[in-house]
């Protein structure tokens, strides 16, 4: 018996189908939930967070929120001017090939506070 063409790819196409449904996992049914609070629990929790006040108030629409302070506002200024006094500031030693960044010029910042411990001595 001589197969035609479309009939070899018939069967082929089922011996391929068949192959795929061996490999079919088989059904465990429904795990069972687990979790560590009991179903009272989390009703509390659910009615608790359903009460709550301004749950649906955007971050930041009652007003700039307070930030806790870990620095004196004059050392932070003064830090920030002398950073941006620095005369090397924008220089990194990727701004050449095998090139090393040595500062060699002074602070304008700490230039001006000698002068001014200098002045005071006199």
Same mark, same amino acid.
């Given at each position: 018996?001589?197969?035609?063409?479309?009939?070899?790819?018939?069967? &082929?196409?089922?011996?391929?189908?068949?192959?795929?449904?061996?490999?079919? *996992?088989?059904?465990?049914?429904?795990?069972?939930?687990?979790? &560590?609070?009991?179903?009272?629990? $989390?009703?509390? *929790?659910?009615?608790?967070?359903?009460?709550?006040?301004?749950?649906? @108030?955007?971050?930041?629409?009652?007003?700039?929120?307070?930030?806790?302070?870990?620095?004196?506002?004059?050392?932070?200024?003064?830090?920030?001017?002398?950073? &941006? &006094?620095?005369?090397?500031?924008? @220089?990194?030693?990727? /701004?050449?090939?095998?090139?090393?960044? $040595? /500062?060699?010029?002074?602070?304008? @910042?700490?230039?001006?506070?000698?002068?001014?411990?200098?002045?005071?001595?006199?």
């Amino acid at each position: 018996m001589k197969l035609s063409l479309t009939q070899a790819v018939a069967v &082929a196409s089922f011996a391929m189908l068949a192959a795929a449904g061996a490999k079919a *996992e088989s059904y465990d049914g429904v795990h069972q939930a687990v979790s &560590a609070k009991t179903r009272a629990e $989390i009703n509390e *929790e659910a009615v608790r967070a359903a009460a709550a006040p301004n749950q649906n @108030v955007t971050r930041g629409s009652r007003g700039p929120e307070t930030v806790a302070r870990s620095t004196d506002r004059a050392n932070v200024v003064a830090e920030a001017v002398r950073t &941006a &006094a620095a005369p090397d500031q924008n @220089v990194s030693s990727g /701004s050449r090939v095998n090139s090393k960044v $040595i /500062s060699t010029l002074q602070n304008p @910042v700490d230039a001006r506070a000698a002068a001014s411990r200098d002045a005071s001595k006199l």
